[in-house]
């Protein structure tokens, strides 16, 4: 499961240099990003393209690409809503996260 393993690693990477005062935040993070994963593993909600573009972003986020991570982000919050609602906000913050934690 790339998603999981490339965005767990961020977040990760992310925690260990987070200053505290962010801690509610990477709780937060946490917390969205496990019901990403918990709709991937059951296969539930995602559609394939939906899974495709998280794949996309995931590995752009692993590469350090923040702007082309940002566009897809941006791309499913503005088409697939009704997919993303729960988890996407959790998405966006780690990108912003680990774009700051370089």
């Known amino acids: 499961m790339v998603i999981y ?10 925690k260990a240099c ?11 993070t946490e917390k969205r990003l496990g019901i990403l994963f918990d709709h991937i593993n059951n296969e539930e909600l995602l559609s394939a393209d939906t899974l495709e573009s998280m794949g996309t972003l995931a590995r752009a986020l692993a590469a350090k690409d923040y702007v082309a991570a940002h566009s897809i982000q941006v791309n499913l919050m503005t088409n697939k ?22």
């Open 5 to 14: 393993e490339l965005l767990t690693a961020d977040m990760e990477r992310v």
């Open 18 to 28: 987070a200053p505290s005062n962010f801690s509610r935040q990477v709780t937060d």
């Open 81 to 102: 809503t009704s997919e993303c609602t729960q988890w996407m906000t959790g998405v966006k913050r780690l990108i912003e996260m680990s774009r700051v934690a370089e």
